[in-house]
């Protein structure tokens, strides 16, 4: 079966119609890395492994370690047996991580992206779902301030339309923000006690065909989501290297309602972009915005309107597609995952411009097919999952230079299929 291109997002349609032709290789994001092995940054959806006690990936248990869990407390999402992975990385383990006991906790189907809010009271999993699904949901989970274990809340899911892809919440923890189908924001109130998500009124707001990455300022006024327009699957067998490109991907920018925090209606702004953004992120002060185009785009942010203009120069080269990043809670670094040389990359932010260096600064390998990063609070470490190969990288990040270097040992185990990451943040 051919899925076509239309409610759910063009990578999610690739990643399907290449099950269904029968192989699995790597996977990669459909308009996302070119010219590589395929594999996307949710996993096919395979049998559900066994919740509770078990421990699927292959990592060590954590009641047999000597370390007691502290945080801050790391999560993954895993696709292809519909869990989330749970670890500690406290500094006092140097920012290594150790599995919690259970190692895993079950999710929705596809599970895709993750986010955690800012009070690290909760999480929140985008499962994109199956083909069949007339709509997909959100896993939404209360973490345990003293273990990390998370726990389903009541109700364990909310409906957020077809594919949903990633989660982004508020500095204030009040609320949450889906991207989803057909070519929609779902937007959610926070339960200030609960921590459970309630639609708001309107429930959704428009925004471009096969949107996926999305980003809030930390200054809470406004947001920002990618758009790629005219992407469209691609089969396993096609001679082409990647995906037809539409003429125009584009950023689509929203303000935030300071009183609801309900978004505009309609974009406040809408700036071109190169094709398939893979990832946004923004700086503390909220004045720079860079996204994972294969290069690095970069641009200013308008503190009074939220509007974009290119830095100079507007892009920086990744040295093989640029597929996510994160910056440093400092601010003074840009850490990009490239797919093509399986690596994790050091860029230094001009304090005066926010403009990047126009080479990395260090470099480090990563796993296999690298897939995302997340940054410890304390700025100290740094993890990165990968889509085929089983493993989570860490990294330590010097707190003078903010050079990057693997850790001893340089990785530990997980399930295959990891894809979104998100740490607890500091309180």
């Known amino acids: 079966m051919m899925v076509t291109a239309g409610s759910l997002p063009a990578r999610r349609i690739k990643e399907m119609n290449e099950d269904a032709d029968g192989g699995r290789g790597p996977r990669r994001r459909a308009h996302r890395r070119l010219g590589l092995p395929f594999a996307a940054p949710a996993g096919i959806a395979l049998p559900i492994a066994a919740c509770g006690g078990g421990n699927s990936s292959g990592a060590a248990d954590a009641s047999s370690t000597a370390t007691t869990p502290a945080p801050p407390f790391l999560y993954t999402v895993n696709t292809k047996s519909d869990e989330v992975s749970q670890y500690s990385a406290s500094p006092k383990d140097s920012g290594a991580l150790i599995p919690l006991a259970p190692s895993t906790v079950r999710t ?179 004045k720079s915005l860079y996204v994972a185009v294969g290069s690095i785009w970069q641009y200013n942010i308008n503190p009074t309107t939220g509007k974009l203009t290119p830095k100079s120069p507007p892009t920086v080269p990744a040295g093989g597609s640029a597929h996510d990043l994160a910056i440093e809670p400092d601010g003074k670094n840009v850490y990009v995952v490239t797919v093509a040389t399986n690596t994790v990359s050091q860029y230094h932010i001009n304090p005066g411009t926010g403009a990047l260096s126009s080479k990395p600064v260090s470099t480090a390998g990563t796993v296999l097919h690298p897939e995302a990063i997340a940054i410890a609070p304390n700025g100290g470490s740094a993890y990165v999952t990968s889509e085929n190969d089983g493993k989570i990288s860490q990294y330590t990040i010097n707190p003078s230079t903010g050079r990057i270097t693997p850790m001893s040992p340089a990785s530990v185990a997980t399930a295959s299929g990891s894809l979104g990451i998100a740490v607890t943040p500091g309180r």
């Open 108 to 286: 929705g189907p596809f599970p895709y992206g993750i986010a955690i809010d800012p009070q690290s009271n909760s999480v929140y999993v985008a499962n994109a779902g199956s083909v069949s699904a007339s709509a997909n949901d959100v896993s939404q989970y209360t973490i345990n301030q003293n273990t990390g274990q998370l726990t389903p809340k009541s109700p364990a899911t909310v409906s957020s339309g077809r594919g949903p892809v990633a989660i982004a919440v508020t500095p204030n923890s009040k609320s949450a923000y889906v991207v989803s189908g057909p070519n929609a924001i779902w937007q959610y109130n926070i339960n200030p006690t609960t921590g459970a998500l309630t639609p708001k009124s309107p429930a959704t707001v428009a925004t471009g065909p096969n949107p996926e990455p999305i980003a809030v300022t930390p200054n809470g006024k406004y947001a920002y989501v990618a758009n790629c327009p005219g992407c469209s699957a691609r089969s396993r067998n096609s001679s082409s290297a990647s995906p037809a490109k539409p003429a125009t991907n584009t950023i689509w920018e929203y303000r935030i309602n300071q009183s609801t925090g309900a978004l505009s209606p309609k974009p406040i702004a809408i700036v071109a972009i190169g094709t398939g953004a893979n990832a946004i992120a923004i700086t503390p002060d909220s």
